[in-house]
């Protein structure tokens, strides 16, 4: 065992008790704020939202997602900077697959499309509803918008139009966060009346926030397989 | 029946974290890994987290799966005919002597 295993090990053992004296002290099943306990009470009537997943994640820590969003964009940006450029190890690649892929696969493929689209829409604009919401519903669609390039490879992929998508999402989303920061003093603060729950147009300015949250990462998600995709 | 579920899907869990220790195979790796994000929705889903199973089930199974292996494809890692195991460390101590 040399110097730097000892040291390594020294490392875990020390990492090991400290997460043991701080486990042993943790309270558990005492809340220790009582901040859930509000949002479970208040939530319905103040946000609207059947779904209180998503009081929380858009209306009381907005600002949280939007640093979400802006940590898939960084991403999204520098795989496209990386890969965008032309393949210089094309003769390592190996074709995604044969140009006559089977019968079985493209049938099911075009038969799938549509499904998943669907799916993803639904996840979206439910999402103030029913579990779900932009980020999964945004994946869902990206996994869509894969599947004719896994058919066939040399299906374009319009880059400018995702890009475009992106942005103006993203400009939506700042931009009604801007709007209930001079409207209520409080930046990404809901709009709107809350109305009833449980009701399609409900929960104010929420499900046209969680609609730009699932374009932009839709897009994005779908820029970066499509860049790594590409032959 | 819910603990059954759990159990199970833990397990699923540990068996497809150990495969992907022990596997050798790039591109079963990365399926081991996309086994074990299935397992672990289900547990969410058990869990009475469907939000969380979603984004797993979507983000962890689906799509993270896609990424690492076309990245693998991008390196050159692509490989889906596995060797038998003698060669592969033939080869090795070839390539250390």
Redesign the interface.
């Known amino acids: 065992m040399n110097l730097r295993e000892f040291a390594g090990l020294i490392f875990l053992l020390g990492l090991g008790v400290l997460l043991i004296a701080v486990l042993t002290t943790l309270p558990y099943s005492n809340s220790l704020t009582g901040v859930g306990n509000n949002i479970l009470a208040q939530a319905p009537a103040e946000v609207g939202t059947a779904n209180i997943v998503t009081a929380v994640v858009l209306a009381y820590r907005g600002l949280d997602t939007l640093g979400e969003l802006l940590i898939l964009f960084v991403a999204s940006t520098a795989v496209g900077m990386i890969l965008s450029k032309a393949p210089g190890t094309a003769s390592v690649t190996p074709p995604l697959s044969n140009t006559s892929t089977g019968f079985v696969f493209s049938a099911a493929a075009s038969l799938l499309f549509p499904f998943l689209i669907l799916l993803g829409s639904y996840v979206i604009l439910h999402g103030h509803l029913t579990p779900g919401g932009g980020f999964q519903g945004g994946a869902i669609l990206a996994a869509a918008f894969f599947i004719p390039i896994l058919v066939s490879p040399a299906s374009p992929f319009k880059h400018a139009v995702s890009s475009l998508l992106e942005t103006v999402a993203g400009l939506v989303f700042i931009g009604i966060g801007l709007v209930a920061l001079f409207g209520s003093g409080y930046f990404l603060a809901p709009l709107g009346h809350p109305g009833t729950p449980g009701a399609l147009l409900s929960a104010g300015s929420l499900p046209f926030l969680y609609l730009a949250v699932g374009i932009k990462v839709g897009a994005e998600l779908a820029g970066i397989v499509a860049h790594l995709a590409q032959p | 029946m819910l603990f059954w579920i759990a159990l199970s899907s833990v397990m699923l869990m540990l068996t497809a974290g150990v495969a992907m220790l022990l596997l050798d195979n790039y591109l079963a790796v990365v399926v081991a890994s996309s086994v074990l994000s299935l397992a672990l929705s289900v547990l969410f889903v058990v869990l009475q987290a469907?939000?969380v199973?979603?984004?797993e089930a979507?983000?962890g199974a689906?799509?993270s799966g896609?990424?690492l292996a076309?990245?693998l494809?991008?390196?050159?890692l692509?490989r889906i005919n596995v060797q038998p195991p003698a060669a592969v460390t033939k080869t090795s101590t070839e390539a250390k002597s």
């Open positions: 469907p939000d199973a979603l984004a979507a983000v689906g799509l896609v990424i076309l990245t494809r991008r390196v050159g692509w």
